[in-house]
Each structure stands twice: as C-alpha cells, then as structure tokens.
C-alpha cells in the first residue's frame, strides 16, 4: 500500500465562480481564533482541516461529489453547513482571529487529475489478470514498455519499481513524499507518462520511484485511474472490467456503501475477538497479501488497545486471534497483528486479499457503493489459527 502526503494544489472547478468574484460577493462568513477545523461529510467522512488566508479559494472536494452529501466546516467558534449537489460549489469566510479571511470552497466536482483515459469503444471493457499469491496482475505498457502491473485499491498513488525505473527512460521532474514500508521518505516522481492496459489507455500519468516491491512487479496502480468508473473485480474468471453503468449482476450481489481515502475505498465490516463484536471502516486493500490488520485508527480510540487480548506481543505489536463477518461471510479464527497506538506508524486497519479474494467484486465510484458475492476461491487459505500453532511448534524446535 502506498500512500501520498503532500499539499495538493487545487484548481477551481470550471463552472465554480472566479478568486476574483468570490472576493467581491457578499458571502456566508464564520469566526475562528485558531487555525484548525474540522470537516464532517456525510455519515462517515470527519477530517481535520488547516484555515489558510493565502490561499482563495482553500478547497474541500467532496468525498462522492456524484450524489448528494451534507458538509459541515465547524472551528471552535462556529460552524456552516451545505446541502451538497453535483457540479455545485459552495463558497464561505472563516474570520481567523477577526484579522484574516479565509477564503473555503466546498466543491461537490471532480477534483482536477491529470489522468485522462483514451478509448474509442464502447464500456464496458475487460481486460484479463493473473493471480500472484492472492494480488492480481496485469499485462500493460508503460511508455510502450511491457510492464508487469499489480492491481492495489489501497494504494494512493501510482508507483514504479526502482529496479526496472532506469530501463523504462522516465524523466523524473518532481518528488512526493511516500508512506510505505520503508518509512516516510521524499521520492523521484515522473509525470505525463502513457499508461496502457488492453485497449484502454491514460495519458498524463504520474509514477513515484519506490524500493520496497517485489522484483516480478514493475508497477503499481491505484483506484485513481478509475474515480469516476464502476470497476468489476471477478477472480472466477480471471477478468477485470470497466464499466460507465452498473451491470444487472450486481442485484445478486450484497450491497455496502463505502467512502474514500485518496481515492482508496474503505468499507465496513465486524469482528469478533474475545467474544466481542466491533464495527469499524477498514482499508479495501488489494495489494496487501496478508488476511488483515488493525491499525492505529482503531487502537487509539477509546479503550480499543487494552482490551485487545494478544497471543503474543512482538516488538510492541499484539498477535491476535479473531473471527470477521464480511457481506455476511465469516472468516474464522483469523490470526492478525493490532498496531500500538502509543508508537503510531501511519498504519490504517485494513484487509488485505487473502480475504478480500473470496469475493468477486464490482465498485461503483461514482455512487460510493461496494458490491460484493463469495466466489470459487472460498476454500483458499489465509493465516488461521492453526497456522499460527504450526509456525509456533517450529519456533520452539529451535
């Protein structure tokens, strides 16, 4: 999983009002006397926000900007409110300090991407995988290079192996800086690049070099090539889809809402530990092949951490024995690790394919829907409770 932190530049929507029109309008205007707000969107999205009177207008972009949503900018002195609408904007004053207006946008349309996709025919279009471990892959081009390309919904950018970068003749003009299993570190970026998948492709692509990817991947890609799509995961029949309308089959599939993270969907689901039951969003995270992991998000909150029992505790991570019920399946006795909140590493709870791969999948990105029904891979194996016996029996051998 792969992860941007940077400051996004964003422009205005095309049909919004101009800087020079907002600073003219006589506009909905709140108090603050500090810098930090927070924005509620719909049910589920609560994100912290910095007010910046230098730039106008500062933009929120709305999680679904597809379907309608209730957005709230609340500072410690006050609060606003909108009933949110496709392709509408909504422009306020937040009075910082009662010296400084910030200029604040919601906007319910597509944030700018420099992606476009190019494709003469008519959607939907397939394109066949192969299955590595339990991570999906594809044949594609990069630049006219072919390229080994994994499929990873939990990551937030576009990545590219080191080891293969220099053969690949990239220009890199730019950095981001990277969360991943190496730590947070500044990487080589390379923008307006040709992706190509089947017959489909997207020019404008962006790719950050990274050193932490198995030496058979070449590339990583994310949900973001597909934001505004219904994608179609079906492992029965190795095939990946791309839709511009819901296809009939999903009636028969078990219907979830999702919201998103960088483009990174996440959904909800239970499990059950020390016979407890726990709600909580978790990462859609394709591209880990791992069962799942719970992350600081979850063991910070509330008393989460201490009544988690462990198996065992290594390095400040508690190994933990658990069952999960997903779209009604239940996975049993998963064996997994929690994150110490007292040591926070950026890491989000998450399932990875070893479970996520027992469902064929269809994602509708403009509605924030997540379709999902068991597929032939029921029986394929993931870390268990047995497993962690075994592992343990070879342990104590040594």
């Given amino acids: 999983m792969y992860t941007t932190i940077k400051k996004l530049l964003f422009v205005t929507c095309y049909f919004g009002l101009s800087t020079a029109v907002i600073a003219q309008s006589k506009l909905p205007l709140i108090k603050a006397s500090n810098e930090k707000a927070i924005i509620t969107d719909g049910a589920n999205v609560k994100i912290e926000w910095k007010l910046d009177p230098k730039l106008k207008p500062d933009t929120y972009f709305v999680n679904i900007p597809l379907i309608k949503s209730k957005v709230s900018l609340k500072t410690d002195k006050d609060e606003i409110s909108f009933q949110t609408k496709p392709g509408k904007n909504y422009d306020f004053i937040v009075l910082l300090n009662e010296m400084d207006s910030c200029y604040v946008r919601i906007s319910s349309c597509q944030p700018p991407a420099s992606e476009i996709m190019n494709f003469d025919g008519k959607l939907p279009e397939s394109i066949p995988f192969s299955i590595i471990g339990s991570r999906i892959y594809f044949k594609g081009k990069l630049n006219g290079k072919l390229l ?7 990551a937030g950018t576009n990545v590219v192996n080191k080891l293969v970068s220099d053969t690949l003749g990239l220009t890199f003009s730019q950095s981001t800086l990277v969360s991943n299993t190496e730590g947070v570190n500044e990487q080589r970026t390379s923008i307006n690049n040709e992706l190509k998948l089947g017959d489909l492709s997207w020019s404008g692509v962006s790719v950050t070099e990274v050193g932490n990817m198995q030496p058979y991947e070449d590339m990583i890609i994310g949900n973001g090539l597909f934001k505004n799509k219904i994608i179609e995961v079906d492992y029965d029949n190795k095939s990946f889809s791309i839709h511009d309308k819901l296809p009939s089959k ?69 190994i933990v024995r658990l069952d999960a019920i997903i779209a009604g399946q239940k996975f049993s006795d998963i064996v997994t690790n929690a994150a110490d909140p007292s040591n926070p590493q950026g890491r989000p709870t998450l399932f990875g394919n070893q479970i996520l791969s027992h469902f064929n999948i269809i994602l509708d990105n403009r509605s924030g829907i997540i379709y999902l029904k068991a597929n032939s891979r029921t029986n394929e194996p993931y870390s268990d409770y047995k497993g962690y016996l075994k592992e343990v029996s070879k342990m104590q051998k040594k």
Avoid: C
């Fill in 250 to 318: 999903a009636k028969k599939y078990s219907k979830q809402p999702v919201y998103y993270e960088q483009n990174r969907p996440k959904f909800e689901a239970e499990f059950v530990h020390n016979g407890k039951k726990f709600d909580f969003w978790f990462l859609f995270d394709t591209g880990r092949d791992g069962t799942m992991l719970i992350g600081e998000d979850y063991t910070a909150l509330n008393n989460n951490w201490i009544e988690l029992n462990p198996l065992m505790t290594i390095k400040g991570r508690k």
């Fill in 148 to 154: 080994n390309i994994q499929l990873d919904l939990g």
